[in-house]
């Protein structure tokens, strides 16, 4: 790719950046709990179902948090923004890596 090429597709892809504050690193997985005693729904049926957002820190460390059904909505948004917005930068690396050695790439 040539050197405006890539300048222009640099441009692009900045300009195409999610929000940068609405952001959310981790998983979403669904649970079900349940209840030991004293609880209709639990003595039926499979339990409650719920969202669990989990978060891994390096050295195996990891948070979890249950989430409202509200907020399991603005979770899946704000972890597809962070996905985004990861391999979207990563991409601009790429282009600066290629600007860097013009030559290799033309
Ligand atoms: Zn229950």
């Known amino acids: 790719m040539k050197q405006e090429k890539i300048?222009?597709?640099r441009t692009k892809l900045a300009a195409s950046l999610p929000s940068t504050t609405e952001i959310l690193r981790g998983s979403l997985l669904h649970r079900r709990i349940r209840h030991r005693s004293g609880c209709a729904v639990c003595a039926k049926?499979?339990?409650?179902p719920v969202w669990v957002l989990t978060i891994s820190y390096p050295g195996g460390?990891?948070?979890?948090?249950?989430?409202?059904?509200?907020?399991?909505?603005l979770v899946q948004q704000s972890l597809r923004?962070?996905?985004?917005?990861?391999?979207?930068l990563e991409r601009i690396c790429e282009l600066n890596l290629q600007l860097l050695r013009p030559e290799k790439h033309a």
């Open 7 to 9: 300048i222009k597709a």
């Open 61 to 73: 460390r990891t948070k979890q948090i249950s989430l409202s059904a509200e907020q399991k909505v």
């Open 81 to 88: 923004n962070y996905r985004k917005l990861k391999d979207t």
């Open 45 to 48: 049926g499979p339990g409650h």
